[in-house]
Nanobody
Framework: QVQLVESGGGLVQPGGSLRLSCAAS????????MGWYRQAPGKQRESVAR???????TYADPVKGRFTVSRDNAQNTVYLQMNSLRPEDAAVYYC???????????????WGRGTQVTVSS
């Protein structure tokens, strides 16, 4: 059983910063891509940032230059440093990981339960 557990959400004023963390636990062979999605009320879930096992990153246009995704492969953890936060960044942020449970299995996507980020003065 693979579990992704996020932490680090909360309330921050516009212009402030937050750092999200997501740790993968359980028994598995390897992790490929890891990343973050978000979903605001009344909107679809959208990709925010992704990072592959080699450290290559991709970002959604609205967060480029403000957010930084990183990972610690030894700790099976992905981070999202969010700077210059705006009210429109407020959402539930979900961690995502492509995990191969066994060496002879395909990668499968797993989701965390989400952490709330509120940006308000």
């Amino acid at each position: 059983q693979v579990q992704l557990v996020e932490s680090g959400g909360g309330l921050v004023q516009p212009g402030g910063s937050l750092r999200l963390s997501c740790a993968a636990s359980g028994t598995f062979f390897s992790i490929n891509d890891m990343g973050w999605y978000r979903q605001a009320p009344g909107k679809q879930r959208e990709s925010v940032a992704r990072i592959n096992s080699n450290g290559t990153t991709t970002y959604a246009d609205p967060v480029k230059g403000r957010f930084t995704v990183s990972r610690d492969n030894a700790q099976n953890t992905v981070y999202l440093q969010m700077n210059s936060l705006r009210p429109e960044d407020a959402a539930v942020y979900y961690c995502y990981a492509e995990v191969r449970v066994r060496a002879d299995w395909f990668f499968r996507g797993y989701w965390g339960r989400g952490t709330q980020v509120t940006v308000s003065s």
